[in-house]
């Protein structure tokens, strides 16, 4: 198991991996890995997609709708 040692909340900042836009923060207690789903990536995907920093917490990028939205309309891959 993941775990966020030494935080009573992490605050969780959801980014947009096109356009960098932030798309969600929460303030979360007790923050277990498990409950975000991130024991599902692989090693190389869960150091692609989320970051951490004193400041701003834990950062996870993904697509915001929009960008997710163009990118299918264009034909391309998700995970290009």
């Known amino acids: 198991k993941i775990y966020f040692k030494g935080a009573l909340t992490v605050k969780v900042t959801y980014i ?12 979360l207690a007790g923050v277990e890995a498990e409950k975000l789903g991130l ?15 004193e400041e701003q917490g834990l950062l996870l990028y993904s697509l ?17």
Do not use: F
Not at 16 to 27: A, F, Y
Not at 44 to 50: A, L, T
Not at 64 to 80: D, F, H, M
């Open 16 to 27: 947009c991996d096109i356009c960098g836009e932030p798309q969600e923060t929460r303030e």
């Open 64 to 80: 915001c709708p929009a960008c997710l939205k163009k990118q299918l309309n264009a034909g391309r891959s998700i995970e290009e």
């Open 39 to 53: 024991h599902t990536l692989t090693r190389s995907v869960r150091e692609d997609i989320i970051k951490y920093n």
